[in-house]
Protein backbone atom coordinates (compact mmCIF):
# COMPACT_ATOMS: atom_id res chain seq x y z
CA UNK A 1 0.00 0.00 0.00
CA UNK A 2 2.98 2.58 0.76
CA UNK A 3 4.11 1.65 -2.61
CA UNK A 4 1.05 2.46 -4.13
CA UNK A 5 1.11 6.08 -2.63
CA UNK A 6 4.01 6.65 -4.55
CA UNK A 7 5.15 7.95 -7.50
CA UNK A 8 4.79 5.98 -10.77
CA UNK A 9 8.80 5.63 -11.38
CA UNK A 10 8.59 3.74 -7.91
CA UNK A 11 6.86 1.00 -9.57
CA UNK A 12 9.49 1.36 -12.17
CA UNK A 13 12.49 0.85 -10.08
CA UNK A 14 10.94 -1.96 -7.88
CA UNK A 15 9.99 -4.40 -11.43
CA UNK A 16 13.89 -3.44 -12.08
CA UNK A 17 14.59 -5.11 -9.31
CA UNK A 18 12.77 -7.77 -9.28
CA UNK A 19 13.84 -8.65 -12.68
CA UNK A 20 17.54 -8.99 -12.02
CA UNK A 21 16.99 -10.78 -8.74
CA UNK A 22 15.06 -13.41 -10.40
CA UNK A 23 17.33 -16.78 -10.98
CA UNK A 24 15.13 -17.54 -13.88
CA UNK A 25 16.86 -16.94 -17.69
CA UNK A 26 15.59 -13.97 -19.27
CA UNK A 27 15.60 -15.89 -22.46
CA UNK A 28 13.90 -18.97 -22.93
CA UNK A 29 14.40 -22.13 -24.86
CA UNK A 30 11.97 -23.89 -26.51
CA UNK A 31 12.61 -27.00 -28.68
CA UNK A 32 11.07 -26.62 -32.41
CA UNK A 33 10.43 -22.84 -31.46
CA UNK A 34 12.18 -19.64 -32.23
CA UNK A 35 13.63 -18.09 -29.21
CA UNK A 36 12.09 -14.60 -28.49
CA UNK A 37 13.97 -11.88 -26.68
CA UNK A 38 11.25 -9.58 -26.88
CA UNK A 39 10.39 -9.74 -23.12
CA UNK A 40 11.25 -7.30 -19.73
CA UNK A 41 14.40 -7.70 -20.28
CA UNK A 42 15.19 -6.58 -23.95
CA UNK A 43 17.58 -4.12 -22.86
CA UNK A 44 19.74 -6.44 -20.88
CA UNK A 45 19.94 -9.51 -23.03
CA UNK A 46 21.03 -6.92 -26.33
CA UNK A 47 23.54 -5.68 -23.73
CA UNK A 48 24.74 -9.02 -23.09
CA UNK A 49 24.46 -9.69 -27.26
CA UNK A 50 26.94 -7.01 -27.51
CA UNK A 51 29.21 -7.65 -25.09
CA UNK A 52 29.63 -11.32 -26.90
CA UNK A 53 29.77 -9.99 -29.89
CA UNK A 54 32.90 -7.95 -28.95
CA UNK A 55 35.62 -10.33 -28.03
CA UNK A 56 38.60 -9.12 -27.46
CA UNK A 57 39.45 -6.20 -30.52
CA UNK A 58 35.58 -5.74 -31.55
CA UNK A 59 34.03 -5.34 -34.73
CA UNK A 60 36.01 -1.91 -35.07
CA UNK A 61 34.15 1.44 -34.70
CA UNK A 62 31.18 2.06 -37.15
CA UNK A 63 30.18 -1.89 -37.69
CA UNK A 64 28.57 -2.51 -34.94
CA UNK A 65 24.80 -4.01 -34.87
CA UNK A 66 23.41 -3.86 -31.52
CA UNK A 67 23.23 0.04 -31.45
CA UNK A 68 20.23 -0.94 -34.18
CA UNK A 69 18.67 -2.91 -31.97
CA UNK A 70 19.63 -1.79 -28.50
CA UNK A 71 16.96 0.76 -26.32
CA UNK A 72 19.38 4.16 -25.28
CA UNK A 73 22.46 2.87 -27.22
CA UNK A 74 23.54 6.03 -27.65
CA UNK A 75 23.19 6.90 -23.78
CA UNK A 76 22.87 4.20 -20.94
CA UNK A 77 24.19 1.51 -22.78
CA UNK A 78 26.40 2.98 -24.50
CA UNK A 79 29.25 1.06 -22.80
CA UNK A 80 28.02 -2.11 -24.15
CA UNK A 81 28.06 -0.51 -27.73
CA UNK A 82 31.86 0.64 -26.78
CA UNK A 83 32.70 -3.60 -26.25
CA UNK A 84 31.11 -4.82 -29.47
CA UNK A 85 32.74 -1.91 -31.31
CA UNK A 86 36.49 -1.83 -29.64
CA UNK A 87 36.40 -5.15 -27.52
CA UNK A 88 37.50 -5.95 -24.33
CA UNK A 89 40.65 -3.96 -24.89
CA UNK A 90 38.81 -0.51 -25.36
CA UNK A 91 36.39 -1.16 -22.55
CA UNK A 92 39.32 -1.44 -20.26
CA UNK A 93 40.92 1.68 -21.94
CA UNK A 94 37.75 3.92 -21.07
CA UNK A 95 37.24 2.43 -17.54
CA UNK A 96 40.99 3.27 -16.80
CA UNK A 97 40.40 6.89 -18.25
CA UNK A 98 37.97 6.97 -15.01
CA UNK A 99 40.21 5.64 -12.61
CA UNK A 100 43.01 8.11 -13.93
CA UNK A 101 40.44 11.14 -12.91
CA UNK A 102 39.73 10.01 -9.80
CA UNK A 103 43.38 9.34 -8.81
CA UNK A 104 44.23 13.17 -10.33
CA UNK A 105 41.33 14.21 -7.98
CA UNK A 106 43.01 13.33 -5.76
CA UNK A 107 46.43 14.34 -5.67
CA UNK A 108 44.34 17.75 -6.22
CA UNK A 109 42.72 17.21 -3.02
CA UNK A 110 45.93 16.64 -1.10
CA UNK A 111 47.67 19.62 -2.27
CA UNK A 112 44.76 22.08 -0.90
CA UNK A 113 45.40 23.47 1.82
CA UNK A 114 41.66 24.47 2.93
CA UNK A 115 38.98 22.47 3.30
CA UNK A 116 36.57 23.28 1.39
CA UNK A 117 38.50 22.98 -1.53
CA UNK A 118 39.44 19.54 -1.00
CA UNK A 119 36.27 18.34 -0.16
CA UNK A 120 34.39 20.32 -2.72
CA UNK A 121 37.28 18.44 -5.99
CA UNK A 122 36.37 15.33 -3.88
CA UNK A 123 32.62 15.55 -4.26
CA UNK A 124 32.70 16.69 -7.65
CA UNK A 125 35.13 14.41 -8.74
CA UNK A 126 33.27 11.13 -6.98
CA UNK A 127 30.09 12.00 -8.68
CA UNK A 128 31.62 11.65 -11.99
CA UNK A 129 33.92 8.85 -11.40
CA UNK A 130 30.65 6.94 -9.53
CA UNK A 131 28.37 7.53 -12.36
CA UNK A 132 30.48 6.44 -14.91
CA UNK A 133 31.32 3.15 -12.77
CA UNK A 134 27.23 2.32 -12.04
CA UNK A 135 26.95 3.02 -15.74
CA UNK A 136 29.54 0.58 -16.88
CA UNK A 137 28.00 -2.24 -14.25
CA UNK A 138 24.32 -1.37 -15.36
CA UNK A 139 26.17 -2.68 -19.22
CA UNK A 140 27.99 -5.90 -17.75
CA UNK A 141 24.83 -6.89 -15.82
CA UNK A 142 26.17 -6.19 -12.37
CA UNK A 143 23.54 -4.17 -10.96
CA UNK A 144 20.19 -3.32 -12.26
CA UNK A 145 19.43 -0.92 -14.83
CA UNK A 146 19.52 2.95 -13.23
CA UNK A 147 19.21 4.72 -16.52
CA UNK A 148 22.47 6.89 -15.57
CA UNK A 149 24.81 8.04 -19.05
CA UNK A 150 27.90 8.01 -19.17
CA UNK A 151 29.40 10.87 -17.88
CA UNK A 152 31.62 12.82 -21.09
CA UNK A 153 29.92 10.18 -23.63
CA UNK A 154 27.03 9.54 -23.34
CA UNK A 155 24.40 11.82 -25.54
CA UNK A 156 22.17 13.94 -23.51
CA UNK A 157 22.17 18.16 -23.13
CA UNK A 158 21.69 18.06 -19.39
CA UNK A 159 24.09 15.52 -18.35
CA UNK A 160 26.62 16.83 -20.62
CA UNK A 161 26.10 20.40 -19.11
CA UNK A 162 26.06 19.00 -15.28
CA UNK A 163 29.70 17.04 -16.36
CA UNK A 164 30.89 20.17 -17.69
CA UNK A 165 30.29 21.98 -14.81
CA UNK A 166 32.31 19.20 -12.58
CA UNK A 167 35.18 19.61 -14.68
CA UNK A 168 35.13 23.38 -14.36
CA UNK A 169 35.24 23.24 -10.75
CA UNK A 170 38.23 20.56 -10.50
CA UNK A 171 40.16 23.02 -12.75
CA UNK A 172 39.09 25.65 -10.98
CA UNK A 173 40.60 23.99 -7.43
CA UNK A 174 43.17 22.92 -8.94
CA UNK A 175 44.84 26.17 -10.12
CA UNK A 176 43.19 28.75 -7.31
CA UNK A 177 42.61 26.13 -4.41
CA UNK A 178 45.34 23.42 -4.97
CA UNK A 179 47.95 26.31 -6.81
CA UNK A 180 49.08 23.81 -9.66
CA UNK A 181 49.59 25.56 -12.97
CA UNK A 182 50.64 28.89 -11.49
CA UNK A 183 54.71 28.04 -10.81
CA UNK A 184 55.70 31.23 -12.15
CA UNK A 185 59.83 31.36 -13.81
CA UNK A 186 61.43 33.30 -11.54
CA UNK A 187 65.45 34.60 -13.64
CA UNK A 188 67.97 33.28 -11.42
CA UNK A 189 70.68 35.80 -9.27
CA UNK A 190 73.59 36.88 -12.26
CA UNK A 191 71.39 36.39 -14.98
CA UNK A 192 72.07 38.54 -17.80
CA UNK A 193 69.23 41.01 -18.23
CA UNK A 194 67.57 40.58 -21.58
CA UNK A 195 67.85 42.80 -24.46
CA UNK A 196 65.46 46.18 -23.44
CA UNK A 197 64.98 44.46 -20.55
CA UNK A 198 65.93 46.63 -17.03
CA UNK A 199 69.38 46.39 -15.50
CA UNK A 200 69.74 45.24 -12.15
CA UNK A 201 69.30 47.50 -9.61
CA UNK A 202 72.45 49.20 -8.33
CA UNK A 203 74.51 49.20 -11.21
CA UNK A 204 76.97 51.74 -11.23
CA UNK A 205 76.19 53.48 -14.38
CA UNK A 206 77.83 55.88 -16.95
CA UNK A 207 80.75 53.18 -17.75
CA UNK A 208 79.80 54.08 -21.75
CA UNK A 209 79.36 57.80 -21.15
CA UNK A 210 82.20 59.73 -23.14
CA UNK A 211 83.29 63.32 -22.37
CA UNK A 212 81.99 64.94 -25.76
CA UNK A 213 85.20 66.94 -26.31
CA UNK A 214 88.14 64.08 -25.57
CA UNK A 215 86.29 60.78 -26.01
CA UNK A 216 86.97 59.89 -22.50
CA UNK A 217 84.80 58.33 -20.01
CA UNK A 218 84.54 60.43 -16.75
CA UNK A 219 86.07 58.83 -14.20
CA UNK A 220 83.46 60.17 -11.36
CA UNK A 221 80.77 59.67 -13.97
CA UNK A 222 81.40 55.84 -12.91
CA UNK A 223 81.34 56.29 -9.53
CA UNK A 224 78.14 57.25 -9.26
CA UNK A 225 75.41 55.47 -8.32
CA UNK A 226 71.70 55.05 -9.31
CA UNK A 227 69.32 56.62 -7.13
CA UNK A 228 66.84 53.87 -6.18
CA UNK A 229 64.42 56.34 -5.35
CA UNK A 230 64.19 59.23 -7.52
CA UNK A 231 66.07 58.73 -10.97
CA UNK A 232 66.44 62.61 -11.29
CA UNK A 233 68.35 62.78 -8.31
CA UNK A 234 71.23 60.31 -10.01
CA UNK A 235 70.96 63.13 -13.06
CA UNK A 236 71.76 66.12 -10.89
CA UNK A 237 74.42 64.21 -9.32
CA UNK A 238 76.02 63.43 -12.52
CA UNK A 239 75.94 67.12 -13.78
CA UNK A 240 77.59 68.01 -10.43
CA UNK A 241 80.24 65.98 -9.81
CA UNK A 242 81.03 66.44 -13.79
CA UNK A 243 81.01 70.39 -13.61
CA UNK A 244 83.76 69.99 -10.96
CA UNK A 245 86.16 67.41 -12.83
CA UNK A 246 85.89 69.76 -15.35
CA UNK A 247 86.97 72.71 -12.92
Same mark, same amino acid.
Given at each position: KVIDLMPDRVHTWKARIERFSD???AVKFEPGRAVSIDGDDYQVVHAKIALARGGLFGKFPGHGQQRDFLPQAYSD?????????? @??VG?????????????????????????????????? @????VVQALTN??????????????????SRGGTSTVISCAYIGIILSVSRF???? @?????????GEAVA?? @???????????????????????AAAEAPVSKENPLEAVRTIEETTTETRI
Open positions: PTDFIYAIIIEEM @GIGIFVLLLYIILLVRVGMIARRCDKLFPKYLVLGC @GLLVMAVAVDLIPVTGQPLPLVGANM @GNEEETPEEEG @GTPPEGELIADATLDTTSDKPFE
